[in-house]
C-alpha cells in the first residue's frame, strides 16, 4: 500500500511538474556568397563575434560553386560544422561545380551524407533539396522554391522561382506537425523585395515570387495561418527587413556575403531563440570594408510573435 502510494505521488509530480526549458540557440544566416574568395574573411568576421556562428549556419541560396563554399566553411568552421543549404536560382540553373558536378547534384548528395536522418525530408520530388528541422525551441522549414511540383527525376530545378500547391501543402502539413513556440521558414527569393535598408537602393524587384502574385499570396497565407514568425531570404543582395501591411510575418532579406567591390552591401544575420524570445542581430560593414558591426536588431517576444 504503501510502495502503491509513493507511486501514485511520483505520478502526480511528473504529471505537473514544468518541462525543463531547451537550450537556447543559436545559428548564423550568410547567402548569395557565390564562391568569391572574401566570404571567408566574412566567416572570419562571424568567428570572432562573441558566441560566434552558434550551432550551424544556413546559406539562403546561390552559394555556387558548391565545392568551395564547402571548403571555406570547413576551413574556419571545421568539417563538423553543420551547414544547412538553401537552392538558389544559380543552383537550380545547373551551374557546373568545380568538380564538373552540377550544383543540383552536389546539393542531393551532401544531403544524403550529412543531413538525412538529422532533417525531416521534403515531398517527393524534392525530399533532398526541401526539408526541415528543430533548433531548440524553434521549427525551421527550409523550402526549393524551384521545385515544379511533379516527381519525375529532376524536378526539383525545373521551375521559376514561386511557391507551387504541392510544397504549399508539404509546408501546411511540417508546420502543423511542430509544437515549437517559435516558426522560421526559409527560402531564395522574397515575397516582397524591398531596397536596401541603409543604402535605399534597389534589385531583383520584379524579379521575385512577385511573378507569380498569385502563388506568392497563398504562400504568405500559410505563413500567416500557421504563426510563422519570420522568413528568411536573399536574391536581390540587399539587407531589408519588411513587415507586409496587416501581416505579422516579418521577412527578412539576408542580402550577401562575398567582401568583393561592393562590400557595403554585406551582411550575416545572427539568430538567437529560446522560450521567451526570438533575435536577429544582422551585422554589416557600412563604414570601412571588412570592419562589421551590429546595425539592426529585431526582437520578438511572445506578446509580439504571431499566434502559436
Not at 215 to 231: C, I, K, S
Not at 240 to 256: L, N
Request: neutral net charge.
Amino acid at each position: 500500500m504503501y510502495r502503491r502510494f509513493l507511486l501514485i505521488l511520483l505520478w502526480l509530480w511528473l504529471a505537473v511538474a514544468p518541462a525543463a526549458a531547451a537550450e537556447p540557440a543559436r545559428f548564423c544566416v550568410a547567402s548569395d556568397t557565390r564562391g568569391r574568395v572574401g566570404f571567408v574573411r566574412i566567416l572570419e568576421q562571424i568567428a570572432q563575434i562573441p558566441g560566434g556562428p552558434g550551432q550551424f549556419l544556413i546559406t539562403a541560396g546561390d552559394m555556387d560553386p558548391l565545392p568551395t563554399t564547402q571548403s571555406q566553411l570547413d576551413s574556419v568552421f571545421g568539417k563538423a560544422f553543420l551547414w544547412y543549404p538553401v537552392v538558389g536560382n544559380h543552383e537550380a540553373a545547373l551551374h557546373k561545380s568545380l568538380k564538373g558536378v552540377d550544383d543540383m547534384t552536389y546539393l542531393r548528395d551532401l544531403y544524403n551524407k550529412q543531413l538525412k536522418g538529422k532533417v525531416n525530408p521534403g515531398p517527393e520530388g524534392a525530399r533532398e533539396t526541401t526539408y526541415s528541422f528543430d533548433a531548440g525551441e524553434m521549427h525551421i522549414a527550409i523550402i526549393n522554391q524551384y521545385w515544379n511540383g511533379k516527381t519525375a527525376p529532376g524536378s526539383d530545378r525545373k521551375g521559376v522561382g514561386s511557391v507551387v500547391a504541392p510544397l504549399r501543402e508539404w509546408l501546411k502539413a511540417d508546420l502543423q506537425g511542430s509544437r515549437k513556440p517559435w516558426k522560421l521558414v526559409v527560402a531564395h527569393e522574397p515575397a516582397f523585395p524591398q531596397p536596401d535598408r541603409d543604402w535605399a537602393v534597389e534589385r531583383h524587384g520584379e524579379d521575385a515570387l512577385t511573378l507569380d502574385p498569385k502563388a506568392r499570396d497563398a504562400f504568405w497565407a500559410v505563413l500567416e495561418e500557421q504563426g510563422v514568425a519570420a522568413y528568411i531570404c536573399a536574391h536581390t543582395h540587399r539587407y531589408s527587413r519588411y513587415q507586409p501591411p496587416g501581416s505579422k510575418v516579418w521577412q527578412i532579406d539576408t542580402a550577401q556575403a562575398r567582401a568583393t567591390s561592393d562590400w557595403k552591401y554585406d551582411a550575416f544575420v545572427i539568430v538567437t531563440v529560446d522560450e521567451k524570445s526570438l533575435e536577429f542581430n544582422t551585422y554589416r560593414n557600412l563604414k570601412e570594408a571588412g570592419k562589421f558591426e551590429v546595425t539592426d536588431v529585431l526582437k520578438l517576444t511572445p506578446a509580439k510573435a504571431p499566434p502559436r
